[in-house]
């Protein structure tokens, strides 16, 4: 439980950082981006684990999740594209 708080937390801030890397024009808002950050985070963290990246109870690092944000942003910004 604590580790999915602290993955939380830290896609707050990287999906700050995301946006703030991620070229191009972003329409998302700052709860949407701090929506998707999170989820990278998760991805991130998740994904590790399933890959065997991370041990149980951990979260993932700074970094990963930083970049599990900007993937989760380009998926959202290719989707956005399509529908408008």
Same mark, same amino acid.
């Given at each position: 439980?604590?580790?999915?708080?602290?993955?939380?937390?830290?896609?707050?801030?990287?999906? +700050? @950082?995301?946006?703030?890397?991620?070229?191009?024009?972003?329409? %998302?808002?700052?709860?949407? =981006? =701090?929506?998707?950050?999170? &989820?990278?985070?998760? +991805?991130? =963290?998740?994904?590790?684990? %399933?890959?065997?990246?991370?041990?149980?109870?951990?979260?993932?690092?700074? @970094? &990963?999740?930083?970049?599990?944000?900007?993937?989760?942003?380009?998926?959202?910004? +290719?989707?956005?594209?399509?529908? =408008?």
């Amino acid at each position: 439980m604590w580790s999915f708080i602290v993955a939380i937390v830290i896609g707050f801030i990287a999906g +700050l @950082i995301a946006r703030a890397i991620h070229p191009g024009e972003d329409k %998302a808002g700052f709860i949407v =981006t =701090t929506l998707l950050g999170i &989820a990278g985070s998760l +991805l991130a =963290t998740y994904g590790g684990r %399933a890959l065997g990246l991370y041990p149980e109870n951990s979260s993932a690092g700074f @970094i &990963a999740s930083v970049v599990g944000a900007i993937i989760i942003l380009f998926i959202y910004n +290719l989707i956005s594209r399509k529908t =408008t």
